[in-house]
C-alpha cells in the first residue's frame, strides 16, 4: 500500500520539474537540449507515477454504493483523459527539431499543458488523497519495517 507521504513527494518532484520547464521556456534564446531533457524526465515520472496510481487509486474499487472518493475518482477521470490526450500531443508535437525551429509557439504549447498538469497534481493532493486516506487506500505514513 502506498504512502500519502511518498504520493506528495512525487507530486512535489513532478511539479518542481515543471516549474524548472516553465521557467526555461521564459528564455528568447531556445535551449532546446535542456528542454527536451525536462520533458522527458516529466514524462518518465508522470509514466511510473500515473502506473502507481491506477493500481490502487483508479482502479475499480467500487462498492456497491459509491462514496465521495468514488465520485470523486470518476470525476477526475473524466477530466484527465483530456489532458491525457494534450500530453500526448504534445510530446508528439514538439520533438527537439520542432522545439528549436519554433521556440515561441513551443513555450507557448508548454505554458498552457504544464499549468493544466500543475493544477492536476494540486488537485489530486487536496481532494483524491485526502479522501483516499480516510478510506484506507493508502497509508498516512510508510510502513514500519520488520
Given amino acids: 500500500m502506498h504512502d500519502i507521504e511518498r504520493l506528495i513527494q512525487e507530486h512535489k518532484a513532478m511539479d ?12 528568447r534564446d531556445p535551449r532546446v537540449e535542456e528542454a527536451f531533457s525536462l520533458i ?3 514524462s518518465a515520472c ?3 507515477h500515473l502506473a ?14 459509491p462514496g465521495r472518493l468514488d465520485e470523486e475518482v470518476v470525476a477526475f477521470e473524466r477530466a ?6 494534450e500530453w500526448a500531443l504534445y510530446l508528439l508535437e514538439w520533438t527537439p527539431e ?14 498552457w499543458v504544464i499549468r493544466r498538469l500543475r493544477e492536476r497534481i494540486a488537485q489530486e493532493n487536496d ?20
Avoid: M, S
Avoid at 520542432?98 to 521556440?103: Q, R, S
Avoid at 478510506?135 to 519495517?145: E, K
Fill in 80 to 85: 484527465f483523459a483530456d489532458l491525457k490526450e
Fill in 46 to 48: 508522470l509514466d511510473e
Fill in 16 to 27: 518542481e520539474l515543471a516549474q524548472d520547464l516553465l521557467v526555461l521556456v521564459e528564455c
Fill in 40 to 42: 522527458r524526465r516529466l
Fill in 127 to 146: 481532494i483524491l488523497y485526502p479522501l483516499a486516506l480516510q478510506q484506507g487506500r493508502i497509508r498516512l505514513r510508510p510502513a514500519a519495517r520488520a
Fill in 98 to 111: 520542432n522545439i528549436g525551429v519554433d521556440w515561441r509557439n513551443f513555450a507557448h504549447a508548454t505554458g
Fill in 52 to 65: 502507481a496510481e491506477q493500481g490502487f487509486l483508479y482502479a475499480n474499487h467500487f462498492a456497491a454504493a
